[in-house]
């Protein structure tokens, strides 16, 4: 298959689909794919879980997770330390160790708040 052909997005989905399905079921609260983007949420340590989950499944595919552009958005009163404990690095620190974690967000234009209460 070459970068452009319409049928790509399709068959990559499909080979994705067991994995999609195996999450769906879990302890998470949310494991949704499209396309090469999927969003899985829930409690620590549901989503850590699910992300070695993910990536060992990857690897049996030939693929490899970019951790570089994946993101931690942490909602309400969870620690730094506590994220560090769970979640690979290469997720919370860029290369010159600023936090790369998100503590708000904005889904659908519904406004998540942030920890200190004020909207984002």
């Known amino acids: 298959m070459q970068q452009g ?4 997005p399709l068959l990559f989905a499909a080979a994705l689909q067991p994995l999609a399905e ?3 079921p879990g302890p998470l609260d949310l494991a949704t794919f499209y396309l090469d983007d999927g969003i899985i949420a829930g ?3 549901a989503v850590p879980a699910a992300l070695a989950h ?3 499944r990857s690897l049996a595919l030939r ?7 994946c993101e ?3 909602v309400g009163n969870v620690s730094d330390a506590q994220l560090t404990t769970h979640f690979p690095n ?4 860029t290369a010159q160790g600023k936090s790369r974690v998100c503590r708000s967000f904005e889904l659908l234009g ?3 708040e942030d920890t200190c209460g004020s909207p984002h």
């Open 43 to 45: 409690d620590i340590p």
């Open 54 to 56: 993910a990536q060992q």
């Open 110 to 112: 519904a406004i998540g």
């Open 22 to 24: 195996k999450l769906r």
């Open 72 to 74: 931690v958005i942490a």
């Open 63 to 69: 693929l490899r997770l970019n951790l570089q552009k």
């Open 90 to 93: 290469a997720m919370l620190r």
């Open 5 to 8: 052909d319409p049928l790509g």
